[in-house]
Structure formats: C-alpha cells, structure tokens
C-alpha cells in the first residue's frame, strides 16, 4: 500500500496477490483431490459413498467454525502470523491422509485441515484487499479466488487420475502437499502486516493502530446479507459439486468419459467466474453484478436441469452456472465483505460471511442433498441447489453499493485507512 502522497506499491502488490493466490489455489487442491480419489480410497479402505460425503462435509464445517474466529485472530496479531503456519499445517495434512489407516483417522485428518483452511481463508482475503490498490481490488481478489476452483476442481482431477497411473492414492496426497511448504517459506520473505496491527507506515514510520469496536462489524447491512448470500451461493456450488457427476452417471445415464467431460465444466467455469464476476464489479458495481451473477446462476442451471443426455449442451450450461455461482463466492467473501468492514477488521468481517456460508452450504447443504436423493432421487438435489440461488437473487436486491467507481467519492473504512496513513508495514 501507498501512503498519501506518495505511489503505489506496485510491486509488493502484485508479489503478494500472486503468493496469496497460489496459496488459495493449493487450498483448493489439498480440499477436492480426495473426490478423483474416492473409488481408489473406498475400495482400499472398504469405505462407502456415505462416508466419502462425511469426510467432504466435516471439512465444510470446521473449515467455517475457524474462519469465524480466525479471521478476527489475524485483524488482532497480524496476518503473517495466521497465514504461514495455517498454510504448513494444511499441507502436512494433506501429506497424513495418504497415512489413514481407516475412516477415523482420515476424519480427523480433514477435519483439522478444516481448521487450517478456514484460518487461511479469511485472513488471505484481508491481505489481498490491503495489498490491492482500491481500482483494482475486485480484479485482485477474482484472481485471487479463481485459484481454488482451477486448482481444486479443474486440474485436480487430471492430475490425480494421471498420478495414480503411477502410484497409489496415499502417494498422490504426499505428493500435493510439498508445494504448500515451499510457498509457506516465500510467504515469510513476502507478505506485510497492516497497520492496524504493527502501528507502522509503510516507510517505518510510527502511527497509532486504529481498530474499531467489535460491535461495529453489524452497521454495515452488506455483513448480514452477505451472510445470507453467500450460503445461497455455496449450496449452489456444493450441491452440484458433489452430486453432478452421480446425477449424469446415473439419471442421465451418461458414459464415464462423456460425464467426465460434462463435470468438468464446475472447475473450469468456476476459475472463469470467479475472476470476471469481482473484475467487472470494479466497474459496473458490486451490487449490479451480485444480482446478474445470482439471476444467471439459476437460470442457466434450470436450463441444465430441462435437458437431456446431451453432453456438448449440458456442458455449456454446467460451464455457465458455475461461472456465476463461483463468482458469486469471490464477489461475496473479497469486495462485498471488506468494504463493508469496518477499520481493523476486515478479516473479521470476511470470516464471519465465509464461517456462515460454509457450515450451513458448504457443510449442511451437502447433507441434506444426500437425504434428498436417497428419499426422491439424486435429480431433485439439483433444486436444492436452484432454490439456494433464488434466495440469493432475493437478498441481493437490498445490498449497498460500495465499489470506489461507483460511490462518487464516497469511501469505504479500508479506502480511508489507506489514504490516510498507509496500510502495510
């Protein structure tokens, strides 16, 4: 960040995205590589589907448990001190499962690497805003975010498939895990602390550190219905994460290659979106695009709902809906979230809209798909995902406006931190 007066910080800007961005992306690697190895791991451990969605949910829950409180641990000691040793842990995580000598330990194992995630989460989030300068940080924190489903869902999968081609699945979670502990010690060389935390400019300069009051973090009503919000997104995302490919494979009757194919388009839709939809909200507003990206979502996943086994179509259509609900998770946890915190507290703010989001869509949600499906069907989980978006698209009609281009002079608590003392040390 730039002190009034003086340039941006170009260059720490675009080291410290680009670390925080390899780093969510190993995030979402670490979390999703154990679903291309689900059929090598319940035949080896004599474990059923059952199960391999606890290990998913479990990691949901204390993955949004953590980054209710982690979030706010990082505003107080600083962000180096929750990134670094989060980033460790869940890659040494990721190394023990391939350890699991059962479903027990493979449920711990994910659950703390829940905890790891969800502490990561949050806090990069806040480093990518305050290391953003205000013009471009709907751009950043996409690009950001867009790592976790390129990474976790669309190169994933190739790379696990094409790793057990030489080795067992315990390799294959080793393997993963060795580039989180190099890019921890980059991390340590790289990545400032704000202001808030330290009392420094960014040339050394004393400054008093400003934090507002806790009670604070609820004037601002884009908390609340990003709250909201977000749980519509992720019961979109997570719901059809984890049952598209049964429901191709098994109602649509599709070929493992062509549901392959199909599937695919979560991950790759997913990295589209996630950098676009905040990239575009630099300009045209945070508001306008939350409304497009939930409207878009469910009309193109109604449309894939109406159709049949038509790859080609169904692809296009899956490719879309996880363009917008992808996009609409980084628009909700990145700009919406830390223009709307107050001084201090951005990483509080953007825990508490991810904590809520990920227990109830990203742990709950999935739950409840699977009763769904086991009661009436695995194709009526896709509702459950729709009415998700819908209540989305509702809740998004209420929500301030706050992208710098189009508040006409008027700041966020972070624009005026950094105009007023600089915001890294």
Same mark, same amino acid.
């Given at each position: 960040?730039?002190?009034?007066?003086? %340039?941006?910080?170009?260059?720490?800007?675009? @080291?410290?995205?680009?670390?925080?961005?390899? /780093?969510?992306?190993?995030?979402?690697?670490?979390?999703?590589?154990?679903?291309?190895?689900?059929? $090598?791991?319940?035949?080896?451990?004599?474990?059923?589907?059952?199960?391999?969605?606890?290990?998913?949910?479990?990691?949901?829950?204390?993955?949004?448990?953590?980054?209710?409180?982690?979030? !706010?641990?990082?505003?107080?000691?600083?962000?180096?001190?929750?990134?670094?040793?989060?980033?460790?842990?869940?890659?040494?995580?990721?190394?023990?499962?391939?350890?699991?000598?059962?479903?027990?330990?493979?449920?711990?194992?994910?659950?703390?690497?829940?905890?790891?995630?969800?502490?990561?989460?949050?806090?990069?989030?806040?480093?990518?805003? *305050?290391?953003?300068?205000?013009?471009?940080?709907? #751009?950043?924190?996409?690009?950001?975010?867009?790592?976790?489903?390129?990474?976790?869902?669309?190169?994933? %999968?190739?790379?696990?498939?094409?790793?057990?081609?030489?080795?067992?699945?315990?390799?294959?979670?080793?393997?993963?895990?060795?580039?989180?502990?190099?890019?921890?010690?980059?991390?340590?060389?790289?990545?400032?602390?704000?202001?808030?935390?330290?009392?420094?400019?960014?040339?050394?300069?004393?400054?008093?550190?400003?934090?507002?009051?806790?009670?604070?973090?609820?004037?601002?009503?884009?908390?609340?219905?990003?709250?909201?919000?977000?749980?519509?997104?992720?019961?979109?995302?997570?719901?059809?994460?984890?049952?598209? %490919?049964?429901?191709?494979?098994?109602?649509?009757?599709?070929?493992?290659?062509?549901?392959? #194919?199909?599937?695919?388009?979560?991950?790759? !839709? /997913?990295?589209?979106?996630?950098?676009?939809?905040?990239?575009?909200?630099?300009?045209? /507003?945070? @508001?306008?695009?939350?409304?497009?990206?939930?409207?878009? $979502?469910? $009309?193109?996943?109604?449309?894939?709902?109406?159709? /049949?086994?038509?790859?080609?179509?169904?692809?296009?259509?899956?490719?879309?809906?996880?363009?917008?609900?992808?996009?609409?998770?980084?628009?909700?946890?990145?700009?919406? $979230?830390?223009?709307?915190? %107050?001084?201090?507290?951005?990483?509080?703010?953007?825990?508490?809209?991810?904590?809520?989001? *990920?227990?109830?869509?990203?742990?709950?949600?999935?739950?409840?798909?699977?009763?769904?499906? !086991?009661?009436?069907?695995?194709?009526?989980?896709?509702?459950?995902?729709?009415?998700?978006?819908?209540?989305?698209?509702?809740?998004?009609?209420?929500?301030?406006?706050?992208?710098?281009?189009?508040?006409?002079?008027?700041?966020?608590?972070?624009?005026?931190?950094?105009?007023?003392?600089?915001?890294?040390?």
């Amino acid at each position: 960040m730039a002190e009034a007066g003086k %340039p941006w910080d170009t260059a720490y800007e675009w @080291k410290a995205i680009t670390l925080l961005t390899l /780093g969510f992306g190993l995030v979402g690697l670490d979390r999703w590589i154990i679903a291309p190895l689900a059929p $090598a791991i319940i035949a080896d451990l004599n474990m059923t589907p059952q199960d391999m969605n606890n290990l998913v949910a479990v990691l949901g829950i204390t993955w949004g448990v953590a980054a209710l409180f982690m979030g !706010g641990l990082s505003d107080r000691i600083g962000r180096r001190k929750v990134l670094i040793p989060a980033i460790l842990v869940f890659s040494l995580l990721s190394g023990f499962s391939g350890l699991a000598a059962g479903l027990a330990m493979m449920l711990l194992a994910r659950a703390l690497m829940g905890v790891s995630e969800g502490a990561f989460c949050p806090t990069s989030f806040a480093a990518t805003a *305050e290391a953003s300068k205000p013009s471009r940080r709907g #751009f950043n924190q996409g690009l950001q975010q867009s790592a976790f489903s390129l990474f976790g869902l669309g190169l994933g %999968p190739i790379l696990a498939t094409q790793l057990l081609s030489v080795m067992s699945w315990r390799g294959v979670f080793m393997v993963v895990a060795v580039p989180g502990l190099i890019l921890a010690v980059l991390m340590y060389m790289v990545i400032r602390d704000p202001v808030t935390v330290t009392g420094k400019t960014a040339d050394g300069a004393g400054a008093k550190p400003v934090r507002a009051p806790f009670k604070d973090i609820f004037k601002h009503r884009n908390i609340v219905l990003g709250m909201v919000g977000l749980l519509g997104a992720m019961c979109g995302i997570f719901v059809l994460s984890a049952n598209t %490919p049964m429901y191709l494979s098994t109602h649509l009757k599709l070929g493992l290659q062509e549901m392959g #194919f199909v599937a695919s388009a979560i991950g790759f !839709g /997913g990295f589209v979106g996630q950098w676009t939809l905040p990239g575009l909200s630099d300009f045209v /507003g945070r @508001k306008i695009m939350a409304i497009v990206g939930f409207l878009g $979502a469910a $009309a193109s996943l109604w449309l894939f709902i109406q159709t /049949g086994a038509e790859p080609v179509r169904l692809f296009a259509l899956l490719f879309v809906s996880a363009a917008f609900s992808f996009g609409l998770l980084s628009l909700i946890t990145g700009p919406i $979230a830390t223009e709307a915190a %107050p001084l201090g507290l951005i990483a509080t703010a953007a825990g508490m809209i991810i904590g809520v989001g *990920e227990i109830f869509g990203g742990g709950v949600a999935p739950i409840l798909a699977g009763s769904i499906a !086991g009661t009436y069907g695995i194709e009526y989980t896709l509702y459950l995902a729709l009415g998700g978006l819908l209540v989305g698209a509702v809740v998004s009609l209420f929500l301030q406006e706050t992208a710098p281009r189009r508040t006409k002079g008027a700041l966020s608590e972070l624009d005026k931190l950094e105009n007023e003392i600089g915001g890294v040390a």
